[in-house]
């Protein structure tokens, strides 16, 4: 007889759930474990809810000030948004490509139809002219490779250099890559970067095919979205569902210890079931990495007519002039999400991205706003304008979990990068809790 076949009076209530992170995926769990009646108490260590989602107003606008937009990839994040008052909120990016910097300074769209930068055609117009003709033709070859050469591949750099080449993983995968996940192409786990890619490479017998079916397989229209008002309004109607469901929220909470039976703050010790939802708690991971973002509010004429779309990612390398570009991905704000072009009133929002904390030293950030407006200026092939305002955001990105301590339960960013995955795993994760539901006495 198991657990949900005893009678009420024949099992023990099921312990309190104590969740280690008030990110976006502390959140998720406490909202889904509260909805089936159970006990949960959320413990964020910092002064506000939400991790890596966040709003700055640049110039009088409100804009994301972490994540602006998520992967349409499972429907995740769009059943959450509809679950919390937000489905009809949710808007699709302007219909313009978006371009790449390559390392000779010389700019061009990316490949329509691609999966992380990964062609589905090789030999499509628009890949010959970001990588060049004899690196197109050596990822044709792709086809002609056993479904299961590379496909033990650890990286997403070992797996896309084995099988199409380095003009394709340095030339597209990489900058995608960098802008997207913050990580160098070797650093990147096949699976990580996308859970069905390995499979689709070993049904279809290539990697070119595997994408395309990939492609094929995606809901229609754009592989992202976003939020009018912002993304972070998800932040805002998680807090509002978890208080009416009687979830504790606590701030301020710095946990000092943790085992499978419950936590420390300070000297109180709190039972119960443990969740994290931070890095660096309840078990090992590698060093973070560092992100810095920087939001530019431009009056640009020029600009208006979004002259590389919706951004640009940059290629690592050096212009034949001898300057470097030292932003690793542009997005044109206010050409991207038409309802921020709105608000803008004519001002154009661009926001560059930055590996490390530009902004610890003496002037560093009178420094990168500089660097930024450069940058920009070369990325886009257009004077910026006036510079009206600017903002500086870092942001501390997690890196994958090596293990916790038994009987813990993980999510979050240490678990998948990107808003789909965190709240997928998110979801599934509660979903298990919620299932065990009370214990039986033996």
């Known amino acids: 007889m198991n657990a949900a076949e005893l009678p009420p009076s024949a099992r023990t209530p099921a312990r309190p759930v104590l969740v280690v992170g008030g990110g976006v995926a502390g959140l998720v769990v406490a909202r889904r474990l509260a909805l089936g009646g159970r006990s949960v108490t959320v413990l964020e260590a910092s002064d506000r809810f939400g991790g890596q989602l966040d709003r700055h107003t640049v110039a009088g606008i409100e804009l994301d000030a ?14 959450l948004a509809g679950a919390l008052r937000l489905g009809d909120d949710i808007v699709s990016p302007a219909a313009l490509p978006a371009w790449l910097y390559r390392a000779d300074g010389s700019s061009v769209p990316l490949p329509a139809t691609s999966v992380l930068g990964i062609p589905a055609v090789p030999l499509a117009a628009d890949v010959v002219a970001a990588i060049g003709r004899r690196a197109a033709f050596r990822a044709r070859l792709d086809a002609l490779l056993p479904a299961t050469f590379a496909a033990d591949s650890a990286s997403l750099g070992e797996l896309v250099r084995r099988r199409m080449g380095r003009g394709v993983a340095e030339g597209l995968v990489a900058p995608i890559v960098r802008g997207v996940h913050s990580r160098e192409l070797d650093e990147l786990p ?12 070993l049904r279809e017998g290539s990697l070119a095919r595997g994408v395309r079916k990939l492609r094929d397989r995606a809901p229609a229209g754009s592989l992202v979205a976003g939020i009018r008002g912002g993304v972070v309004r998800l932040v805002d109607e998680l807090l509002v569902d978890v208080r009416h469901l009687g979830v504790e929220l606590r701030t301020g909470a710095l946990v000092t210890d943790v085992d499978a039976e419950g936590i ?36 640009g004429a020029e600009l208006a007519a979004a002259p590389r779309g919706t951004g640009v990612l940059v290629a690592r390398g050096r212009s034949a002039q001898g300057t470097s570009v030292g932003a690793r991905a542009l997005t044109h704000v206010s050409a991207k999400w038409p309802w921020v072009a709105e608000i803008a009133g004519g001002r154009q929002v661009l926001r560059l991205s930055y590996d490390g904390d530009a902004t610890d030293a003496a002037g560093a950030a009178h420094a990168l706003l500089a660097q930024a407006e450069r940058d920009a200026a070369a990325l886009l092939g257009v004077p910026l304008g006036t510079r009206d305002d600017a903002a500086i955001r870092t942001w501390e990105r997690a890196a994958p979990r090596t293990h916790a301590v038994d009987g813990m339960h993980l999510v979050g960013e240490a678990e998948g990068t990107g808003l789909a995955a965190v709240v997928d795993r998110a979801e599934a994760v509660a979903e298990r809790l919620f299932s065990a539901g009370s214990t039986p006495q033996v």
């Open 190 to 201: 096949v699976d990580r970067a996308h859970p069905g890619l390995r499979q689709a490479l």
């Open 66 to 79: 972490g994540a602006e937009s998520f992967a349409t990839r499972g429907g995740a994040v769009a059943a």
């Open 264 to 299: 420390r703050i300070g000297v109180e010790r709190l039972p119960g079931e443990v969740v994290i939802a931070a890095p660096n708690v309840g078990g090992q991971s590698g060093p973070g990495r560092r992100v810095t973002l920087v939001t530019l509010v431009v009056d």
